[in-house]
Structures are given as C-alpha cells and as structure tokens.
C-alpha cells in the first residue's frame, strides 16, 4: 500500500477532536452554554474590529475559531501513559515539554500531546494535557495498594483501539475506514462513568488522601476532565460567565492583559458536582464527585528562554506580594499586582523583538522589495534590513502550557483542600521512563519556525 492510501494524522486528529467536542457537550451540558458564551464573544469582537475578521480569514484561521484548542486528562499507571503516546502518535501527537505539578501541591507530572509542524498545527491545533498520577505520593501503605489493585485491574483502551494501534504502528497508518473506527474507539478511553470502581469507604479515603487521587484511581477509565475552546476576549467571558449562569474560577491564570500578548492566558467553570454510584450498591447514588469542568484559553507569543525566564520572575514576584493564592477574595488585589508588576515586561513588539524575549516570524516586506531592484541587499545586517521596512515580523503563537498555570487551573476544580504546600521527589527521567520514549523540549521548536522564517526570508531578499 501507498502511504497515500492513508487517511491523513492532521485530519484524524481533527475528527477525533469533533468527536470529543459532542461527547462533551452531551456529558457536561454546562459545557454547552459555555460555548455558547464564547461563540457570542467572538461574534462580537469580530463585528466590532474588522480587521481581527480580515487578519484571522488572512491566516486560515476563521473556520477552526471555534474549534477546542485543547482538553486534559489524568491517568495512573505508566502502561496507560506510555500506551497513550501510541494512541496519540496516530493522529500526528507527540509528547511536547514536561510539566512537573508537584511544587504546587498537586501529586502528577504531565506532559502535551500535540503536533509538532506549523502546517499540522495549522491543520488542527487540538492537544491532550496528560497527566500522570504519582501514586508514590500516598502515603497510607493499604491505601496505596488498593489504588494500585484498582488501576492494574483496568483497561482504558478497547480491544479495537489497541488492534488499530499496532496497526498503524507496522504499516505507517491508518485507511480511511480504519481511522473513522479508530476515532471512535479512542472515544470510548475519554467517556464519563458514573459508577465507580471502589468501594465507597475507599472512595472517600482517597478523596481524603487528595481528590485528584480519587478521581484518577477510582474510576473505569480517565474521563476527559475539561475541553477548551479559543476566545478573542478571555476577560470580557470572565467578565460574562456569572450572568449566563456559570460560576468563573476566581481569576485568569497568566500573564495580565497587556496590549502584545504572550504565552496563554486561561480561565474556566468550576467543576460541577457530580452523582456517582458505587459497586454492591444496586444502582443506589450513593455520592458526588467534583472533576469535570470548561475552561477558555487565549493564546499570544512565544517566549524565548530570556522572555520566559523574566515572565517566571513576575509571576513569582507577583505572587509572594500576593501572600496566599488567588481566591474571591483577593482575585482584585491579584489583578491589581498583576498589572503593576508586569510593567517590567515590555509590551511593544519592536522593544520585545529587539531584546530577544519572543519568537517571532520573519517575513519579506515583498511591496518595498521592488524599489530595491538592483541594490546590494546582502550587505545589510538584519538590523538594518528591518530598520528600512524590507523584514517584517510578527510573533510566533505558543502552543504549550504553564505549570503555575495549569496547577491554578487543577486547584479550582478540586476544592478547598488543594494544598499550597509543595511535594517532592518528581523527575523527567521517571516521566520519560513511564512513558517509554523522551519529551520533546518546546524551545527548540519555535526556533526552528524562527529560523526556517529567516532564512526563506533572507532568499527572497538576497534573489532580488
Ligand atoms: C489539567 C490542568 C492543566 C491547563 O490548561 O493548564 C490544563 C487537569 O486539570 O487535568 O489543562
Ligand atoms: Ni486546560
């Protein structure tokens, strides 16, 4: 067979982020209106600025506006993870960056499924946060063995799904037919059980140990816990999300509003309580479970390692004026410091270009090219070629997450006794083993659009 006659991974992944998007929607309806919600922002952002309609159709990007940027989940054993990366390597997703919760109180180490390419991401931007329970961290020896005999007892993946995995891993991928099966076998590893696994004294046990515990431990397979569509305004569905019937989590993660922005911003609903039932109890509801919940992300520029060093700075500066975490009742002193504090980052894109703190894209300017005709571009340093308009730029998006981030999201949606008291002993090496391959650094990613940019960019200049 002609690799040809495979179904496209960029469009496996869109197929099965749609499919994800319904199953969603139907399971957690609050979901629904907060789509609904983000929909009618974007809708009007974009009547009222008609140059974000005309940038955002420019770049390709208007169809997929309101399509989920990305969704998350936890699993509990390193078999699940390392078969996770083989599921998510058919639809073109590689294990991206290391996210270490642990310093925040919360007991995983994760990693993003996504696509690694420009023209993949451009295709379907969709990405799995992959969460690995660090069972370790349980303390009570008994407890820990019945979360270990719960775990190993699972499957997560259907029999279908592990069939087309291995097959896609000898021949190089999947027929149409076979993917449009895989989409919907994969489904089933992502869906919501209402029955729990353990007993409901167990159950209550591990909730006590850490909620996040129970939720990985206690269940049949590793729910999706939140999707996350993309708006143009994050603050103004903040701003909206009570009036339409949805409690925000107290304040956006990330970097504050700024004119340019960088890395993501994120809010969400909180997590809705859930009724579960529990094993010899006929169908009796026994319980309630809190995890699943809707999330928004706004997204801006790469940060070099520079950039990044000095947002992790402020953030960390912020914070300690802050002196406890952000909560309802601090969420506009938070804003408040925020602000302030940023202030040190620059927030035009030439200074920020100029002092190598985010990646950008290069592109010719090719209208001034033609009064160039004959001159000795070659001389002229970048510097000089930006300096006279013949070298544009504009930033490079990021596609990864923020730990700080990621744990203020994992907090509000695990309730009050989320600890702020930092865990230890967690290690990429002990990540990278469960997951049976290494994680691919973000960095030299957006260096490399960076520099591919240059380049084709210095060839049209110097083929003048
Ligand atoms: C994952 C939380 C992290 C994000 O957007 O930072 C995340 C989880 O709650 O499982 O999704
Ligand atoms: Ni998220």
Do not use: C
Not at 34 to 55: F, K, M, T, Y
Not at 115 to 127: D, I
Not at 151 to 173: C, D, V, W, Y
Not at 297 to 304: I, K, S
């Amino acid at each position: 067979m002609t690799t040809s006659a495979f179904k496209n991974k960029d469009e496996i992944r869109g197929l099965f982020s749609a499919a994800m998007s319904e199953m969603y929607k139907s399971e957690v309806p609050q979901y629904g209106k907060l789509l609904d919600l983000v929909a009618h922002v974007n809708a009007s952002i974009l009547q009222g600025d008609p140059q974000v309609e005309r940038n955002l159709i420019q770049s390709g990007e208007m169809e997929r506006l309101s399509a989920e940027r990305h969704g998350a989940i936890r699993v509990g054993t390193p078999s699940e993870l390392s078969t996770l990366r083989r599921l998510f390597a058919v639809m073109g997703m590689e294990p991206v960056g290391y996210y270490d919760l642990a310093p925040a109180g919360v007991p995983v180490h994760a990693t993003a499924f996504r696509a690694v390419e420009e023209g993949a991401l451009n295709k379907s931007p969709f990405r799995v946060f992959t969460s690995l329970l660090r069972l370790e961290l349980i303390d009570d020896a008994q407890l820990r063995q019945v979360a270990h005999d719960a775990l190993h007892a699972r499957n997560i993946f259907t029999p279908k799904a592990m069939e087309l995995i291995q097959l896609h891993e000898a021949s190089g991928g999947l027929t149409p037919d076979q993917a449009e099966i895989f989409v919907a076998e994969a489904l089933e590893t992502f869906r919501w059980h209402s029955s729990a696994t353990v007993s409901h004294d167990a159950f209550n046990k591990l909730q006590q140990q850490h909620r996040l515990i129970a939720d990985v431990v206690a269940f049949k397979g590793p729910h999706i816990n939140h999707l996350t569509p993309r708006t143009l305004d994050i603050d103004r569905v903040q701003a909206d999300m009570a009036s339409h019937g949805i409690v925000p989590k107290a304040v956006i993660e990330g970097p504050p509003k700024r004119r340019v922005d960088i890395l993501l911003r994120q809010t969400s609903f909180k997590a809705l309580n859930e009724h579960i039932a529990f094993p010899g109890e006929e169908g009796d509801v026994k319980g309630s479970h809190s995890a699943r919940f809707g999330e928004i992300e706004q997204r801006g520029a790469a940060l070099t390692p520079k950039g990044r060093a000095l947002y992790d700075k402020l953030l960390l500066a912020a914070k300690a004026e802050l002196g406890a975490a952000p909560s309802e009742a601090n969420a506009l002193q938070y804003t408040e410091i925020m602000e302030r504090v940023f202030q040190e980052f620059p927030d035009d894109l030439k200074t920020l270009h100029d002092q190598g703190l985010l990646f950008v894209r290069y592109y010719p300017a090719q209208d001034r090219l033609a009064s160039y005709q004959g001159a000795d571009l070659k001389q002229w340093s970048l510097e000089e070629l930006i300096a006279r308009g013949l070298i544009k730029y504009s930033p490079v998006i990021y596609e990864d997450f923020l730990p700080v981030s990621a744990a203020g999201i994992f907090q509000s949606n695990l309730g009050s006794e989320a600890s702020e008291a930092g865990l230890s002993g967690s290690s990429l090496s002990e990540f990278e083993k469960a997951l049976g391959s290494s994680v691919r650094n973000e960095f030299p990613l957006y260096e490399a659009i960076q520099a591919n940019s240059l380049k084709s960019s210095l060839n049209a200049i110097h083929a003048v």
